[in-house]
């Protein structure tokens, strides 16, 4: 089994940046999509962004777009998830998972993102 560890969540002002890593052990990430996902109180998981594992391929939800990044480093086993202008919208608990036979199948505990006003 993969076993991933995110790291990086905080509070931030409105406005503010925080950049989220995921951390594999057990196997490596090179030959998978990783995705960040999220959840706010109330409300389902939703998608945030995923990458495919050459980086060649990213996806995001429309409502990160053009603030977050999705990037790897194969050799570090680790995806990154860097979060510009943050909104309060934004909070919520983040995590990352990786795909096994094409569907996401290992999730890490997930890091507390806050966005304060």
């Known amino acids: 089994q993969v076993q991933l560890v995110e790291s990086g969540g905080g509070l931030v002002h409105a406005g503010g940046s925080l950049r989220l890593s995921c951390a594999a052990s057990?196997?490596?990430?090179?030959?998978?999509?990783v995705g960040w996902f999220r959840q706010a109180p109330g409300k389902e998981r939703e998608f945030v962004a995923q990458?495919?594992?050459?980086?060649?391929?990213?996806d995001y939800a429309d409502s990160v777009k053009g603030r977050f990044t999705i990037s790897r480093d194969n050799a570090k086993n680790t995806v990154y998830l860097k979060m510009n202008s943050l909104k309060p919208e934004d909070t919520a608990v983040y995590y990352c998972?990786?795909?096994?036979?094409?569907?996401?199948?290992?999730w890490g505990q997930g890091t507390q993102v806050t966005v304060s006003s």
């Open positions: 998972a990786t795909t096994s036979g094409g569907r996401y199948t290992y």
């Open positions: 057990g196997r490596t990430l090179s030959s998978t999509t």
């Open positions: 990458i495919t594992w050459s980086a060649t391929n990213t």
